[in-house]
């Protein structure tokens, strides 16, 4: 071996293991440096919004329910910097703070910490190397690290094959109901967060039947609570340009579901002033189904951990190709 395939550098006189390990060395994740980026606004548990909501659901009468993601979610916030390119990168973070602590393997893989930005970014490389996203890679560069280029939901996607955590994507391409609305969707994620969410197909296959169909098992969590904990991380939330996460819904009766989500670039102070008043937190994060209709099409993307998946589709597997359905 003359130079490193990598960088190019020059190994002529090393042996074969000291070569071995230079060229193997750029296809780790270096999790001892620090991001580039202003680290995430203060993140604050949703153990927090728990507390506020409960002020604000006391006087709510059935059929009215929420239902939240788990509580020790640390949803964290772009700063002043870098709000206008890292929403994907927060929103994976919080994503990863949902699984480190349900996770050993992960834990220990992360040495118990989120990663940072940079981490993300060398995660992203490191998954392309390894061949996954031939397509997304050519369009970027093949290059993220210590830029300013924003990532999509395919690119967390590929962060999270590195990083060994499974995933799927669920592609809502064109609108399922009338006047542009998305029924599909929260439909979705009212039986993700019930626990009654069907197997899904992952070879790009359409999943509309499967949600359409009535609910064949009964939900997992106490449908008698108005507000009720699930122990799922959040939903990542994609639309054209931006992304959030999905940290529950709101069901209010049969013509009315609530989406509840987090933003991460609102800034970080303006969820913890509504942490006083219960009701200016609900406005803040509830996305009503009627402005779904405001885009076309939304992707979600779904993390779990090996040891609580939430369907039985959850499988592992190393694939180079996107574990993905589509609907309709």
């Given at each position: 071996m003359h130079s490193c395939p990598i960088c190019q550098t020059d190994l002529v006189g090393r042996s074969l293991e000291s070569a071995t390990r230079h060229v193997e060395s750029h296809w780790t994740i270096d999790l001892t440096q620090d991001s580039t980026p202003a680290p995430a606004q203060p993140a604050r548990t949703l153990s927090?919004?728990?507390?506020?909501?409960?002020?604000?659901?006391?006087?709510?009468?059935?059929?009215?329910?929420?239902?939240?993601?788990?509580?020790?979610?640390?949803?964290?916030?772009?700063?002043?910097?870098?709000?206008?390119?890292?929403?994907?990168?927060?929103?994976?973070?919080?994503?990863?703070?949902?699984?480190?602590?349900?996770?050993?393997?992960?834990?220990?893989?992360?040495?118990?910490?989120?990663?940072?930005?940079?981490?993300?970014?060398?995660?992203?490389?490191?998954?392309?190397?390894?061949?996954?996203?031939?397509?997304?890679?050519?369009?970027?560069?093949?290059?993220?690290?210590?830029?300013?280029?924003?990532?999509?939901?395919?690119?967390?996607?590929?962060?999270?094959?590195?990083?060994?955590?499974?995933?799927?994507?669920?592609?809502?391409?064109?609108?399922?109901?009338?006047?542009?609305?998305?029924?599909?969707?929260?439909?979705?994620?009212?039986?993700?967060?019930?626990?009654?969410?069907?197997?899904?197909?992952?070879?790009?296959?359409?999943?509309?039947?499967?949600?359409?169909?009535?609910?064949?098992?009964?939900?997992?969590?106490?449908?008698?609570?108005?507000?009720?904990?699930t122990n799922l991380p959040p939903l990542y939330w994609q639309h054209a340009g931006h992304s959030r996460v999905i940290i529950g819904v709101e069901y209010v009766n049969t013509a009315a579901t609530h989406l509840l989500v987090y933003d991460p670039e609102v800034p970080i102070e303006r969820y913890h002033q509504s942490l006083t008043a219960a009701d200016a937190l609900l406005a803040l994060v509830r996305v009503p189904i009627a402005q779904l209709a405001a885009h076309q099409q939304y992707q979600l993307l779904m993390v779990w951990s090996d040891a609580d998946p939430p369907s039985p589709s959850a499988v592992s597997g190393d694939l180079r190709g996107f574990r993905l359905c589509r609907v309709p």
């Open positions: 927090h919004i728990y507390d506020a909501l409960s002020v604000q659901v006391a006087g709510m009468l059935p059929p009215q329910r929420i239902w939240l993601c788990a509580p020790h979610v640390e949803c964290t916030s772009s700063t002043r910097r870098d709000r206008h390119w890292t929403c994907g990168y927060r929103n994976t973070q919080t994503l990863l703070s949902a699984l480190i602590p349900q996770d050993p393997q992960l834990a220990a893989r992360l040495q118990r910490c989120v990663p940072t930005i940079r981490q993300l970014q060398q995660a992203l490389e490191l998954a392309w190397r390894q061949g996954h996203d031939p397509v997304g890679a050519s369009q970027l560069g093949h290059r993220v690290v210590n830029t300013q280029k924003w990532i999509g939901p395919t690119e967390v996607y590929c962060i999270l094959q590195a990083l060994q955590v499974n995933a799927q994507l669920i592609d809502f391409h064109r609108p399922t109901g009338s006047q542009g609305s998305h029924p599909a969707l929260v439909r979705f994620v009212e039986r993700y967060y019930t626990g009654q969410l069907p197997i899904l197909p992952h070879h790009g296959e359409s999943a509309l039947a499967l949600l359409n169909s009535p609910c064949l098992t009964t939900p997992l969590h106490d449908t008698t609570l108005p507000i009720q904990w």
